[in-house]
């Protein structure tokens, strides 16, 4: 059997089974039914964050979110990230201007943001890479200063709390993917934190077609609610997270014993004063004996796959051939960093025999 690079964590199966249950006697299964209610609350605890609406998919709560916020014009984001991000602004009718990343956290520079905005800048987008935590301190003053949203995309980094206060908690909106291949899934799913009880109000609306009520449709609005079963799943997961993620931190801090300190190696850094949820494991492989393809080809060899995320960036993607601004070498070190990251397999019952397997193949 193959090792993938995650394995989607599950409840105890009569735990589910009891939680939807009740969906038998009601008959209600989706269009924010009790199971939905019930997430929202128990994520809102959770999170610590001010409001909270739930989504079909992830990819789908951001381009709500664009929507939510009128954004038109150019919104400044990162191209070392998944596909949705960059989708959603370019589905959106907004265009992407690629702002280069940070070495250490791949998250969003904002040392070289500033430069790049102009009168038609509407947004900033910045992405939580890894479970890193963007430096929401600079970008949150650098927004208020011109008067621009931050919105994160915060798929990544559900569960990482920074001083205590969640990464649910910072910039005017986050999405949530809630994917099976995230450290908290509801299979498929998605959410947005937000401050302004405007714009949850804005973002229940169009989930549900634009419609507010029977008779008053104010939005042009498409589908993305979440069913009762994905918000069951979730009420569930939710209650296994903390052991989850104290799994991975085990598995996390095994690599760390066997690839500190290897020349040519870096590994990622768990920030400081912050509770990671041990989401990824990147390595850069820097002027290592193989180099990252070389690697990627002799795990796979191996029935180990890990994944080049994120290769190719966004910029370079096949759909963007000739646009303007689309350009890699625009942002060097995401060029760079893309070409020599690797993320090695982890998940809550990966095994400690298996982690040194993986790491003797690339030590060896
Ligand atoms: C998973 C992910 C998404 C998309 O979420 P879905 O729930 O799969 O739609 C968006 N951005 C990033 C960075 C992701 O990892």
Same mark, same amino acid.
Request: proline residues 4%; charged residues 25%.
């Given at each position: 059997?193959?090792?993938?690079?995650?394995?989607?964590?599950?409840?105890?199966?009569?735990?589910?089974?009891?939680?939807?249950?009740?969906?038998?006697?009601?008959?209600?299964?989706?269009?924010?039914?009790?199971?939905?209610?019930?997430?929202?609350?128990?994520?809102?605890? &959770?999170?610590?964050?001010?409001?909270?609406?739930?989504?079909?998919?992830?990819?789908? +709560?951001?381009?709500?979110?664009?929507?939510?916020?009128?954004?038109?014009?150019?919104?400044?984001?990162?191209?070392?990230?998944?596909?949705?991000?960059?989708?959603?602004?370019?589905?959106?009718?907004?265009?992407?201007?690629?702002?280069?990343?940070?070495?250490?956290?791949?998250?969003?520079?904002?040392?070289?943001?500033?430069?790049?905005?102009?009168?038609?800048?509407?947004?900033?987008?910045?992405?939580?890479?890894?479970?890193?935590?963007?430096?929401?301190?600079?970008?949150?003053?650098?927004?208020?200063?011109?008067?621009?949203?931050?919105? &994160?995309?915060?798929?990544?980094?559900?569960?990482?709390?920074?001083?205590?206060?969640?990464?649910?908690?910072?910039?005017?909106?986050?999405?949530?993917?809630?994917?099976?291949?995230?450290?908290?899934?509801?299979?498929?799913?998605?959410?947005?934190?937000?401050?302004?009880?405007?714009?949850?109000?804005?973002?229940?609306?169009?989930?549900?077609?634009?419609?507010?009520?029977?008779?008053?449709?104010?939005?042009?609005?498409?589908?993305?609610?979440?069913?009762?079963?994905?918000?069951?799943?979730?009420?569930?997961?939710?209650?296994?997270?903390?052991?989850?993620?104290?799994?991975?931190?085990?598995?996390?801090?095994?690599?760390?014993?066997?690839?500190?300190?290897?020349?040519?190696?870096?590994?990622?850094?768990?920030?400081?004063?912050?509770?990671?949820?041990?989401? &990824?494991?990147?390595?850069?492989?820097?002027?290592?004996?193989?180099?990252?393809?070389?690697?990627? +080809?002799?795990?796979?060899?191996?029935?180990?796959?890990?994944?080049?995320?994120?290769?190719?960036?966004?910029?370079?993607?096949?759909?963007?051939?000739?646009?303007?601004?689309?350009?890699?070498?625009?942002?060097?070190?995401?060029?760079?960093? +893309?070409?020599?990251?690797?993320?090695?397999?982890?998940?809550?019952?990966?095994?400690?025999?298996?982690?040194?397997?993986?790491?003797?193949?690339?030590?060896?």
């Amino acid at each position: 059997m193959s090792i993938n690079v995650t394995r989607s964590s599950m409840p105890p199966f009569e735990e589910y089974c009891d939680e939807i249950r009740g969906l038998w006697d009601s008959r209600w299964l989706t269009n924010m039914g009790c199971k939905h209610r019930q997430l929202e609350e128990d994520l809102q605890r &959770y999170l610590q964050c001010g409001q909270i609406t739930l989504f079909t998919n992830g990819h789908l +709560a951001l381009e709500n979110i664009l929507q939510a916020f009128r954004l038109e014009g150019e919104i400044i984001t990162t191209p070392f990230t998944f596909a949705s991000t960059t989708h959603a602004i370019v589905r959106c009718g907004c265009k992407p201007v690629f702002c280069d990343i940070d070495p250490v956290t791949y998250t969003l520079d904002p040392g070289k943001l500033e430069a790049l905005i102009t009168e038609r800048t509407a947004a900033i987008l910045p992405v939580h890479v890894y479970g890193n935590l963007c430096d929401t301190d600079r970008i949150g003053e650098i927004g208020r200063k011109y008067g621009l949203p931050v919105i &994160y995309d915060a798929a990544h980094s559900f569960g990482v709390f920074r001083n205590g206060v969640s990464s649910a908690c910072f910039g005017d909106a986050a999405m949530f993917s809630f994917h099976a291949t995230k450290v908290f899934h509801t299979i498929e799913g998605g959410a947005v934190c937000c401050h302004s009880e405007e714009i949850r109000r804005r973002l229940c609306d169009l989930k549900n077609f634009g419609i507010h009520d029977e008779e008053n449709v104010p939005y042009v609005g498409g589908n993305a609610k979440m069913n009762e079963f994905c918000a069951a799943m979730g009420i569930c997961n939710l209650r296994h997270l903390e052991e989850e993620i104290e799994k991975r931190r085990l598995v996390r801090e095994h690599y760390d014993g066997r690839l500190g300190g290897t020349p040519g190696l870096r590994l990622n850094r768990v920030q400081e004063n912050t509770r990671s949820n041990n989401a &990824y494991y990147p390595v850069v492989f820097d002027g290592f004996r193989l180099n990252r393809n070389e690697v990627y +080809a002799k795990l796979s060899a191996e029935g180990i796959i890990p994944r080049k995320y994120f290769y190719p960036l966004t910029s370079a993607f096949a759909c963007y051939d000739g646009w303007e601004g689309f350009d890699p070498s625009a942002t060097p070190i995401a060029a760079q960093i +893309a070409a020599q990251v690797l993320t090695l397999p982890i998940y809550a019952d990966l095994t400690t025999d298996t982690v040194d397997r993986i790491c003797d193949l690339i030590l060896g």
